[in-house]
């Protein structure tokens, strides 16, 4: 069963001091700017509600054409990035990707929502 992206969000705004929360966040939708030295408190509560990552930092992704078309609509994912996944009901995943930026390797980029697969 899929994590409910709107109790994730809230567990992430209590949990997560977000150097920024974007005007696009919504109930369903997240995107924040995590300070680097906050991304374990970040990285935890994603854990505990989504699993372990699919594609963790570091790793070339390898996901199936099914998972790689969803998260390809998302933006993609690339070996620097992230990618937490929980496939749902219904052909639905609840997700979650974190970006560090280029011009700032001390900011990472959250984005939390629902993709279809």
Same mark, same amino acid.
């Given at each position: 069963?899929?994590?409910?992206?709107? /109790?994730?969000? @809230?567990?992430?705004?209590? @949990?997560?001091?977000?150097?920024?929360?974007?005007?696009?966040?919504?109930?369903?939708?997240?995107?924040?700017?995590?300070? =680097?030295?906050?991304?374990?408190?970040?990285?935890?509560?994603?854990? &505990? &509600?989504? #699993?372990?990552?699919?594609?963790?930092? #570091? @790793?070339?992704? =390898? +996901?199936?054409? =099914?998972?790689?078309?969803?998260?390809?609509?998302?933006? #993609?994912?690339? @070996?620097?990035?992230?990618?937490?996944?929980?496939?749902?009901?219904?052909?639905?995943?609840?997700?979650?990707? +974190?970006?560090?930026? #280029?011009?700032?390797?001390?900011?990472? /980029?959250? =984005?939390?929502?629902?993709? /279809?697969?």
């Amino acid at each position: 069963m899929a994590a409910d992206v709107a /109790t994730l969000i @809230q567990a992430l705004k209590a @949990q997560v001091p977000f150097a920024e929360l974007r005007p696009a966040s919504t109930d369903t939708y997240l995107e924040a700017v995590v300070a =680097k030295d906050q991304l374990a408190v970040c990285e935890s509560a994603l854990t &505990a &509600a989504l #699993g372990a990552a699919v594609k963790p930092f #570091g @790793q070339g992704p =390898k +996901l199936d054409r =099914k998972l790689k078309g969803a998260v390809d609509r998302l933006g #993609g994912v690339r @070996q620097d990035q992230c990618l937490y996944l929980q496939p749902g009901e219904a052909k639905a995943a609840c997700y979650a990707l +974190l970006w560090p930026w #280029g011009s700032d390797p001390n900011r990472v /980029t959250l =984005k939390v929502g629902t993709c /279809t697969l």
